[in-house]
């Protein structure tokens, strides 16, 4: 079993995707995104309006999950659990998480339109905050992933340099077969997200399978915190 602990920050900006968490303006991470596909190193930078969606399995609604704090949704009034009825006027019915995400991120300062339904209630509201550098900090793996079409497999499509996930030598095109002791049979891109995802430096077990090997990797490494906006 290998260990891998990261101290240090990995200078990335939210890109769409990840999530299971999904980043909005971003895209947290492919059915779902997880919050693996939502963190992209960038050289440029990125706008994001500050919030975490998810995608309802049965209605495909995409519901807000998180509101970061002193992010542009917090200041509009954005709360856990609401609805994202449209953006930019386009409906997100049948919107998949990539979708929503590459509507939302943009060049810091430029404004995003979300109309929205109050949880709990059939309340409507429409916001128009503009995309900040969005200030936070998660504590990640460092992949992203995607779906493979067919067979549901849970693919590793890109591994951030100096991430946890590189030092314990996660590959791109792994297969994760398990997350903390969990198989991913039948496993969405989201639920894969709120497992990779946790609290600084607290461990995550993986078992991945190499696709052209198809030797079998069991590692262990710890969750490594990501400045969003250093």
């Known amino acids: 079993m290998v260990r891998f602990t990261r101290q240090n920050f990995l200078k990335v900006f939210m890109t769409a995707f990840s999530g299971f968490f999904l980043f909005l303006g971003s895209g947290y991470v492919q059915k779902t ?3 693996q596909q939502a963190i992209t190193p ?3 930078k990125v706008g994001l309006v500050g919030i975490a969606i998810k995608q309802e399995e049965n209605t495909g609604r995409l519901i807000v999950e998180t509101v970061f704090p002193n992010s542009p949704a917090a200041a509009a009034g954005v709360s856990e659990g609401d609805i994202i009825v449209a953006i930019n006027n386009v409906p997100t019915q049948r919107m998949t998480p990539e979708e929503a995400g590459s509507l939302l991120r943009g060049h810091p300062n430029t404004p995003v339109t979300l109309a929205m339904e109050r949880a709990g209630t059939q309340q409507a509201y429409k916001i128009s905050p503009n995309r ?8 990640l793996f460092g992949v992203s992933i995607r779906q493979e079409e067919g067979t549901g497999s849970l693919i590793v499509e890109t591994v951030f ?9 996660v590959s791109r095109g792994d297969i994760i077969e398990a997350i903390n002791g969990q198989s991913t049979k039948g496993m969405s891109p989201e639920r894969a997200g709120e497992l990779l995802r946790g609290q600084p430096d607290t461990e995550v077990a993986l078992r991945l399978r190499q696709p052209t090997s198809r030797r079998v990797l069991e590692v262990e490494t710890r969750r490594a915190i990501l ?3 250093e």
């Open 33 to 35: 995104v997880s919050a």
């Open 132 to 139: 900040e550098l969005v200030s936070g900090e998660v504590a």
């Open 42 to 44: 960038s050289t440029g």
């Open 227 to 229: 400045n969003l906006n």
């Open 161 to 169: 340099p100096n991430s946890p996930a590189a030092g314990v030598g």
